[in-house]
T-cell receptor, first 112, second 116 residues
Framework: DAKTTQPTSMDCAEGRAANLPCNHSTISGNEYVYWYRQIHSQGPQYIIHGLKNNETNEMASLIITEDRKSSTLILPHATLRDTAVYYCIVRARSYNTDKLIFGTGTRLQVFP | GAVVSQHPSRVICKSGTSVKIECRSLDFQATTMFWYRQFPKKSLMLMATSNEGSKATYEQGVEKDKFLINHASLTLSTLTVTSAHPEDSSFYIC????????????FGPGTRLTVT
């Protein structure tokens, strides 16, 4: 699986949009971009995923560049409960090698 | 999303004893389950992957005789830490994936193991 690079930490004011970048310059054509987050002392929570089109769900939006070498997770109106570590992962979704490998993630701190 | 449970949520055991952690998929059949370990302020590290009815595949550096994994049914996987030592103290997280489409992966809440 391709590796990802994320900033170590970010801050965001409550109510503002949080934009979390991720670089995955070695991504292959069959690899999806997944985002999970982990709130302190809990298991990771699935947020969103995409292949090449932008995606939106009730939690967030995912913007993937045309060359697919980077993406941005957008939390449109951050709340204090969004404080967590956010992981960007690329996943091949092929049977024999299909596993999620976590990088170091971005620690997002939402402040009042 | 689908629900994955783990039991116990916390466990303290003495050095040299074994401890078993259960992972259950509550509302879907998990053809594949994963076990991760996480040390404080570190990322999740994949330990092993198991398919129902098959032997687990361990990641490099993970001792299969120390971390016994059983995936006997489509809703249950267990991780047994044998002859536990203080350095095995960690946060153990299981994850489960179904066979349908989309075959997304869902995580349990984790088990905090402390070996004294």
């Amino acid at each position: 699986d391709a590796k990802t690079t994320q900033p170590t930490s970010m801050d965001c004011a409550e109510g503002r949009a949080a934009n979390l970048p991720c670089n995955h310059s070695t991504i292959s054509g069959n690899e999806y971009v997944y985002w999970y987050r982990q709130i302190h002392s809990q298991g990771p929570q699935y947020i969103i995923h995409g292949l090449k089109n932008n995606e939106t769900n009730e939690m967030a939006s995912l913007i993937i560049t045309e060359d697919r070498k980077s993406s941005t997770l957008i939390l449109p109106h951050a709340t204090l409960r969004d404080t967590a570590v956010y992981y960007c992962i690329v996943r091949a979704r092929s049977y024999n090698t299909d596993k999620l490998i976590f990088g170091t993630g971005t620690r997002l701190q939402v402040f009042p | 999303g689908a629900v994955v449970s783990q039991h116990p949520s916390r466990v303290i055991c003495k050095s040299g004893t074994s401890v078993k952690i259960e992972c259950r998929s509550l509302d879907f059949q998990a053809t594949t389950m994963f076990w991760y370990r996480q040390f404080p302020k570190k990322s999740l590290m994949l330990m092993a992957t198991s398919n129902e009815g098959s032997k687990a595949t361990y990641e490099q550096g993970v001792e299969k005789d120390k971390f016994l994994i059983n995936h006997a049914s489509l809703t249950l996987s267990t991780l047994t830490v044998t002859s536990a030592h203080p350095e095995d103290s960690s946060f153990y997280i299981c994850s489960a994936r179904g066979s349908g489409d989309p075959n997304e992966q869902y995580f349990g809440p984790g088990t905090r193991l402390t070996v004294t």
